[in-house]
């Protein structure tokens, strides 16, 4: 992949005063960086290539920059971890936050996030979770800054017994466990836990 194609989604993609760490970071250690559509179950990923000599990070075009960037630098993390242990390091274990902590510090600074999201954020590296959106306080902030954040619907803000639709299917909310909520799909009758902080449409409140 060439210097301009990485250097122009990071341009597009982080604020402005991140992209030429984000680019000294893909210079370290090259990946094809690729941007792929909006995916519900993921924000991004990591790729190992079996007989490879250049591995893949994938992120979704859509995300505000600072959760792009977050994203960018957890994911890199990941691939400096594998490339130093391979398979034999748990996937978000003590190494690979060691290594995310490190590469997320020089970052923490107003000049890269909004006060809002700095404070948050510095707290959830203290010990970083396996995606941000377990961090509830975070998620909040983050959302904030999505293009159209005034018309997003959280499962997390609609009541019990709600209708809502989620990737192209209908469910009913249920029971809160933890960071997640049991949801009913209306048509299979079917549980599932849903994230409480994915974003929802063509809802149908509960009145009770």
């Known amino acids: 992949m060439h210097e301009k194609e990485v250097l122009d989604i990071l341009s597009r993609h982080v604020p402005p005063n991140a992209v030429d760490y984000s680019f000294q970071l893909w210079t370290q250690t090259a990946f094809k960086l690729k941007l792929s559509k909006k995916r ?59 290594v995310f902590q490190h590469l997320m510090a020089p970052m923490l600074t107003e000049s890269v996030f909004p006060a809002k999201i700095l404070h948050r954020l510095i707290a959830h590296m203290a010990n970083p979770k396996a995606s941000s959106f377990a961090d509830r306080e975070l998620t909040l902030a983050l959302r904030e800054f999505d293009a159209f954040s005034s018309q997003l619907i959280m499962v997390s803000e609609l009541p019990e017994g709600s209708i809502f639709k989620l990737q192209g299917r209908y469910f009913k909310k249920g029971k809160l466990k933890r960071t997640r909520v049991l949801c009913s799909e209306v048509k299979s009758k079917r549980q599932y836990l849903v994230p409480a902080e994915s974003t929802v449409t063509e809802v149908q409140l509960s009145l009770l």
């Open 40 to 98: 519900e179950s993921k924000v991004g990923d990591f790729t190992y290539r079996r007989n490879s000599s250049i591995q893949r990070i994938t992120l979704n075009h859509d995300l505000n920059p600072y959760l792009f960037l977050i994203t960018y630098i957890h994911e890199v993390a990941h691939l400096r971890v594998f490339l130093h242990n391979s398979h034999r390091s748990e996937p978000h274990g003590k190494e690979w936050k060691n």
